[in-house]
């Protein structure tokens, strides 16, 4: 079986259709006018307990991507969320060398 729930996550969604094992979520109301805002584009907990959390930027056609580690931003980079979700998944995998 699996040993925790992110390998779980991983094996159930193939397709990539939930970013491997993140879920999906929202920071909720946010005072923007209406073509701004942010949303939270994947959270999950990795084994060491710390939080993992993907925030989309957005304004226009404009994006700026940011992963947090226990609500310290550890990732910051505009337009590039590929290079976000891979920063995420290294720290879910525990930061290997």
Not at 13 to 30: E, I, L
Not at 42 to 48: D, F, P
């Amino acid at each position: 079986m699996f040993t925790n729930q992110y390998e779980e996550h991983l094996a159930s969604q193939p397709d990539n259709s939930r970013w491997d094992g993140f879920d999906r979520g929202d920071v909720g109301a946010v005072d923007y006018p209406a073509d701004q805002g942010e949303r939270v584009i994947g959270r999950m907990t990795n084994e060491a307990g710390q939080r993992v959390v993907i925030v989309e930027q957005y304004c226009d056609d404009l994006r700026n991507y940011q992963v947090f580690v226990s609500g310290d931003c550890v990732f910051d980079n505009s337009e590039d969320r590929a290079r976000a979700i891979t920063v995420a998944r290294w720290w879910m995998a525990g930061c290997p060398a």
